[in-house]
């Protein structure tokens, strides 16, 4: 089992966009496995590369019994259909809030051979596509927040246990980045 920390919020990792992976070779299978592994022990439905420190782009989900990974994703989305329920994040734990999130999704990528592949979500599947989706480009779900729901999620940030722990790992700066990041992926009639 490969087990890695997870990167908590004030991490400037998290608010870089992730590099897309152009060597699809042994290199990529150990962030995979370590992206599976820390994922199901934690608990998530889904975890991104730069969680765990590593800028590519390249995530895990684990989503009603559906287990596996997508390099390079790019999103569709075939209607306008939204939906808006509790969302969370391993990078932000204890913190959860509502946030609207499209409907259905279709995201192609590859595996980690380089095989093409396409995953069709619906509900908490495509939630948790565009969640991880987001983190590759260095945006967190509070950043998709309404003004005010936003000013609370950042409220409870702040009195957080884990809130303003030392962040380490190598080339990291200690801080705490509270800046708001506007997703390239912008969901119809969303407030910001």
């Not at 991880?132 to 957080?160: C, P, Q, S, Y």
Request: charged residues 25%; contains cysteine.
């Amino acid at each position: 089992m490969t087990v890695q920390p997870i990167r908590l919020f004030g991490d400037p990792v998290l608010r870089t966009a992730a590099e897309p992976v152009v060597d699809f070779d042994n290199e990529l299978r150990q962030p995979v496995k370590d992206l599976i592994d820390t994922m199901r022990d934690e608990g998530g439905a889904g975890l991104a590369a730069p969680q765990l420190g590593v800028g590519l782009r390249v995530f895990a989900f684990d989503v009603d019994d559906v287990v596996g990974h997508l390099v390079n994703p790019v999103l569709h989305f075939p209607d306008e259909e939204e939906q808006d329920g509790p969302e969370g994040c391993l990078s932000i734990p204890g913190i959860h809030f509502d946030c609207k999130r499209r409907q259905n999704v279709v995201a192609k990528g590859f595996n980690e051979y380089g095989d093409p592949v396409q995953l069709v979500g619906t509900g908490l599947m495509a939630r948790c596509v565009q969640h991880e989706t987001d983190h590759l480009d260095g945006v967190l779900f509070v950043d998709r927040l309404d003004k005010v729901t936003r000013k609370e999620a950042m409220k409870a940030i702040r009195a957080a246990e884990w809130y303003g722990a030392p962040i380490t790992g190598p080339g990291v700066a200690a801080g705490g980045d509270l800046t708001v990041k506007v997703s390239p992926h912008p969901i119809h009639g969303l407030i910001r």
